[in-house]
C-alpha cells in the first residue's frame, strides 16, 4: 500500500482530493495524522513555487511522497489579485474576506467581473525531479453572496454553465469541474506512472 501526504492544513481541500483519488488504492495521509506542526512559508510569488516549496519541504519533514497545491482566485479587472494572497486577502480571513472583495468591485459592472479560480498541484518524491499539475475554472463575482458548499470564495463565484454559485453546486458537482479536480486529474495520472 503506498502512502501519499497531502500537505494542506484547509479541510476543504482535503475532502476534495480525497475524493478525486478514490480508487487509486493509495492511504492518504494528512499533516494532523502524522502530527507535523511545523509551516512551511508560503513566499513565493507564484502558484508554481508556492506548491513547490510547500511538497518539497514537507517531503523533507515527512520522508513520505508528497502532493501540495496552491490555488487562488485571479480577478480580471483586479489585475489577476487576489492571486497567491488569496489566503488573506485585505489581511482578513473567512468570510470577511467575501465583503471585502465586494468592496474592492463595488462599482465594477457585471460584464467587467469576470475571474478564475486556479490550482497548481507539485508532486514530490525522494531523488526525483517534483512534478507539476494545472487546472483552471472560469467564473464570474457574484454581486453578493449564495449558498454554503465548498470553502473560501465559492459563494462569490457564479458559473455562467450552471446559473449557480460554486457553493450553490453538489459537491459531487464541484469535485467534477473545479480548478482543483482537473489538477488532480493530471496527478492522478503522474501518480499511476510513479
Ligand atoms: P493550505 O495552504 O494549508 O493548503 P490554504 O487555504 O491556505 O490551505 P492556499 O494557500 O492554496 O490554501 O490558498 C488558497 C485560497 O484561495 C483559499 O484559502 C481560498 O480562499 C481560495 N481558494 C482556493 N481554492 C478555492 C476553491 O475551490 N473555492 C473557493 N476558494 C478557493
Redesign the pocket.
Given at each position: 500500500m503506498h502512502e501519499l501526504l497531502i500537505?494542506?492544513?484547509?479541510p476543504?481541500?482535503r475532502r476534495?482530493f480525497a475524493a478525486i483519488f478514490d480508487g487509486l488504492g493509495l492511504t492518504l495521509r494528512t499533516?494532523d495524522d502524522l502530527g507535523i506542526r511545523e509551516d512551511v512559508e508560503?513566499t513565493g510569488a507564484t502558484?508554481e513555487q508556492?506548491?513547490r516549496l510547500?511538497a518539497e519541504g514537507y517531503l523533507a519533514l515527512s520522508g513520505l511522497p508528497t502532493l501540495?497545491?496552491?490555488?487562488?482566485?485571479e480577478v480580471a479587472v483586479l489585475g489577476g489579485a487576489?492571486g497567491?494572497y488569496?489566503?488573506?486577502?485585505g489581511g482578513v480571513?473567512g468570510p470577511a474576506?467575501l465583503q471585502y472583495l465586494l468592496d474592492q468591485m463595488q462599482d465594477v459592472p457585471w460584464h467587467q467581473r469576470l475571474a478564475r479560480?486556479?490550482?497548481v498541484i507539485a508532486l514530490a518524491r525522494p531523488g526525483q525531479p517534483t512534478q507539476f499539475a494545472h487546472g483552471a475554472?472560469p467564473g464570474v463575482i457574484e454581486l453578493a453572496p449564495r449558498g454554503s458548499g465548498?470553502?473560501?470564495?465559492?459563494p462569490l463565484?457564479y458559473l455562467l454553465d450552471y446559473d449557480q454559485t460554486?457553493?450553490e453546486l453538489p459537491a459531487e458537482l464541484?469535485n467534477q469541474i473545479?480548478?482543483?479536480a482537473e489538477a488532480a486529474r493530471m496527478a492522478r495520472t503522474i501518480l499511476e506512472q510513479w
Open positions: 500537505a494542506t492544513h484547509n476543504g481541500k476534495e499533516l508560503e502558484f508556492n506548491a510547500k501540495a497545491d496552491d490555488s487562488g482566485l487576489p497567491v488569496s489566503a488573506r486577502y480571513q474576506q479560480f486556479v490550482c475554472l465548498g470553502f473560501g470564495y465559492d463565484f460554486v457553493a464541484k473545479s480548478h482543483r
